[in-house]
């Protein structure tokens, strides 16, 4: 792409350079030198003298000298001096011609001296004032008023911003919302970060900030204190699976024991259990199981002792040590032998 763009333009500067002029105010394509002479003894010519006083000597000074004479001559036309006209001739209407405004362009750069008037670009733009010398841009228009054209100016609506494009994506560095990443400049969530480079592109984080350093911003991560690049969360309650205290049941993240497991799921809320081991299967986790040896889905404590009544050796009776002397199956606190 990069050779064709260059042999494009090679080809443009070939085709748009103009074989330098000694002079050609009239705009005839035809250089001074091998213009006509004029009739010096036709009183309209002799009538049109240069500062010295003395009359021009041929046609490069009259708009078609062929068909007026010197009835129409060139004055003021050639600002910078390089022998090219540019501006407006005013023909007043008479019996011979009709009122008409000729306007001569044979100068690409009116207020700048450019002789071999090389045009690059072929927009008719010389170089030397083309704002965008090799982008064809016939309007020439600055929208930020820097001398960089718009269509070759990498960050268009910033004043004088420098022209450096990091990733070549067209938008320069001081203007490019993801200036390491080629993108056209998206930005859903309107906070200045391109999508392409936004770690929450739907969500406004402008610091971009990503705690955990999982390439998840924290506006917009599940987990934002834990390393969750995959963002599962299985029960879909918002809490990603890797900081969820009950991954697999959907509700608050209120944890009474703080032990990690959510009390929405916890076996024993009220005792810490990071295991979460029941031996008997009853629901009760054994940090809390009144009879963990002993399935007791109930839970029935009658002496309120913290023995449940289903392995209480004087269930009726307060009796917390559980003490059988005789081991007879009948704790000391309730036992009449």
Do not use: F, K, M, W
């Given at each position: 792409m990069t050779s064709l763009l260059l042999a494009l333009v090679g080809s443009a500067a070939a085709q748009c350079m103009a074989d330098p002029y000694v002079q050609d105010l009239n705009c005839n394509g035809v250089d001074v030198v091998d213009e006509v002479a004029v009739d010096l003894t036709d009183p309209e010519c002799a009538l049109n003298t240069n500062d010295a006083g003395f009359p021009y000597p041929n046609a490069d000074y009259y708009y078609d000298y062929v068909s007026f004479q010197c009835a129409v001559p060139v004055f003021d036309l050639d600002l910078d001096n390089d022998g090219l006209s540019a501006g407006d001739i005013s023909l007043m209407p008479d019996e011979a011609f009709p009122d008409l405004v000729v306007t001569l362009t044979c100068d690409n750069c009116p207020d700048d001296w450019n002789r071999d008037q090389t045009d690059t670009d072929c927009d008719n733009v010389g170089d030397v004032c083309d704002i965008c010398p090799t982008v064809f841009d016939p309007l020439q228009e600055d929208a930020d008023a820097d001398g960089y054209g718009d269509f070759c100016d990498s960050c268009r609506f910033v004043a004088f911003a420098p022209q450096e494009d990091f990733d070549a994506d067209g938008y320069g560095d001081a203007c490019d919302n993801c200036p390491d990443v080629q993108n056209l400049q998206s930005d859903d969530d309107e906070d200045g970060v391109g999508d392409d480079c936004d770690n929450c592109w739907q969500d406004a984080?402008?610091?971009?900030?990503?705690?955990?350093?999982?390439?998840?911003?924290?506006?917009?991560?599940?987990?934002?204190?834990?390393?969750?690049?995959?963002?599962?969360?299985?029960?879909?309650?918002?809490?990603?699976?890797?900081?969820?205290?009950?991954?697999?049941?959907?509700?608050?993240?209120?944890?009474?024991?703080?032990?990690?497991?959510?009390?929405?799921?916890?076996?024993?809320?009220?005792?810490?259990?990071?295991?979460?081991?029941?031996?008997?299967?009853?629901?009760?986790?054994?940090?809390?199981?009144?009879?963990?040896?002993?399935?007791?889905?109930?839970?029935?404590?009658?002496?309120?002792?913290?023995?449940?009544?289903?392995?209480?050796?004087?269930?009726?009776?307060?009796?917390p040590d559980q003490e059988d002397f005789d081991a007879d199956g009948y704790g000391d606190a309730c036992d009449n032998c």
């Open positions: 984080n402008s610091d971009q900030h990503d705690y955990d350093q999982d390439g998840l911003g924290d506006a917009c991560d599940i987990c934002p204190d834990a390393y969750d690049p995959d963002q599962i969360d299985a029960d879909e309650d918002g809490y990603g699976d890797a900081c969820d205290v009950c991954p697999n049941s959907a509700g608050t993240q209120a944890d009474g024991d703080d032990d990690g497991i959510g009390d929405d799921c916890d076996i024993c809320r009220s005792a810490p259990d990071t295991d979460q081991s029941d031996s008997d299967a009853d629901g009760y986790g054994d940090a809390c199981d009144r009879c963990p040896a002993l399935r007791d889905p109930l839970q029935l404590d009658a002496d309120a002792d913290a023995i449940g009544d289903a392995c209480d050796s004087c269930p009726l009776v307060y009796n």
